[in-house]
């Protein structure tokens, strides 16, 4: 079975950084575009960024300058480097991933169970 198993979340003060990671392992074929979204209390999930396999970027507006996505195809994983953090930051970060688990199959979107960042001082 195909898991996304996200980490680096934690605590972090105003203006600090954290790198998140998200591997992708088990049956895989192929993997297309890896995101970012992040949920925070009484909101709704939000996309914050997205690679597509051959490395286009998109981002929030609120992240832009600030985040960057980045994917290590050979190692399934996703990165997003999180700078210059705020507190409205604060939310829990889920990593997605469209992939195909073999040559046959249909492509289906993964999530991983998601990694607290706390912004705070």
């Known amino acids: 079975q195909v898991q996304l198993v996200e980490s680096g979340g934690g605590l972090v003060q105003p203006g600090g950084s954290l790198r998140l990671s998200c591997a992708a392992s088990?049956?895989?074929?192929?993997?297309?575009?890896m995101g970012w979204y992040r949920q925070a209390p009484g909101k709704e999930r939000e996309l914050v960024a997205s690679?597509?396999?051959?490395?286009?970027?998109n981002y929030a507006d609120s992240v832009k300058g600030r985040f960057t996505i980045s994917r290590d195809n050979a190692k399934n994983t996703v990165y997003l480097q999180m700078n210059s953090l705020k507190p409205e930051d604060t939310a829990v970060y889920y990593c997605?991933?469209?992939?195909?688990?073999?040559?046959?199959?249909?492509?289906?979107?993964?999530w991983g169970q998601g990694t607290q960042v706390t912004v705070s001082s």
């Open positions: 088990g049956r895989i074929f192929s993997i297309n575009a």
């Open positions: 690679i597509t396999s051959g490395g286009n970027t």
């Open positions: 997605n991933g469209a992939l195909k688990a073999t040559a046959w199959d249909r492509q289906y979107v993964y």
